[in-house]
């Protein structure tokens, strides 16, 4: 079995699933008391949330890449980056730490290509709504179209996420609003919807859609397992 890096805490309440998804899928595969071999490291989401809302990638990106190396040194054989957003900063992770990243976008990527869907709706924080670090590698590699919502449906996205659930505060009336957005999509042309932020699980579930759904965290806890296993 290979050591399964873990950069969490962006938020904690999503490196918690990633944490128990992990584990049942090694138990799942190699039953008894199996459990996943993984080294874990979980950042102060105050200060990475800071310097987004400042627009200061360099200091993101630093801080992601001295985290990273600090997993490799505790010996993971690779990493999982445990939120959509900040696989901005993928690539210089994985080129400056010098570490194997098991890319979120690929673990959608196969998934969506599995059910031969080739247009999603695409929810998640402004960065990955607006910024192309998911889309392209969607389009380039899987041959994935993604649509985002309109500029007063992505506030809406952006804002229940860090305003609630980042903080674990679960609304029915956020969930409502999830669901007309979902909707629209759904109008747009949308074939399923990407939930492209790990917390967006907490909130919303099947039935809150009128497409299929495909949750990134599942999804990436599913790659890691299959890549510690394989």
């Known amino acids: 079995m290979l050591t399964i890096g873990l950069l969490g805490g962006m938020s904690w309440e999503s490196t918690a699933e990633y944490y128990r998804l992990i584990n049942q899928g090694v138990r799942a595969r190699l039953g008894g008391t199996h459990s ?11 200060e990475i949330e800071a310097l987004q809302h400042a627009g200061d990638d360099a200091g993101q990106r630093a801080i992601m890449v001295a985290e990273a190396r600090r997993i ?10 445990a939120t959509n957003t900040m696989h901005r900063f993928a690539d210089a992770v994985e080129a400056e730490a010098a570490i194997p990243v ?26 990955t709504m607006e910024q192309p670090f998911l889309k392209a590698r969607l389009a380039e590699r899987f041959g ?6 309109h500029e007063a449906d992505r506030a809406t996205i952006h804002r229940v996420i860090y305003e609630e659930l980042v903080r674990g505060v679960i609304r029915a009336e956020s969930r409502e609003a999830y669901r007309a957005v979902i909707a629209r999509l759904a109008d747009a042309g949308a074939q399923a919807i990407v939930l492209a932020c790990t917390e967006i699980m907490l909130l919303i579930r099947p039935e809150d859609s009128l497409l299929p759904l495909f949750d990134t965290t599942a999804l990436h806890a599913a790659a890691a397992v299959e890549r510690a296993l394989g």
């Open 144 to 149: 994935v179209e993604s649509l985002v919502p």
């Open 102 to 127: 098991l890319h979120i976008a690929d673990a959608m990527g196969a998934a969506l290509a599995a059910r031969g869907f080739t247009r999603i709706g695409l929810l998640g924080t402004r960065f």
């Open 72 to 81: 490799k040194a505790g010996g993971a054989d690779f990493l999982v980056i």
């Open 36 to 46: 996943a071999k993984m080294v874990l490291l979980s950042v102060d989401f105050a």
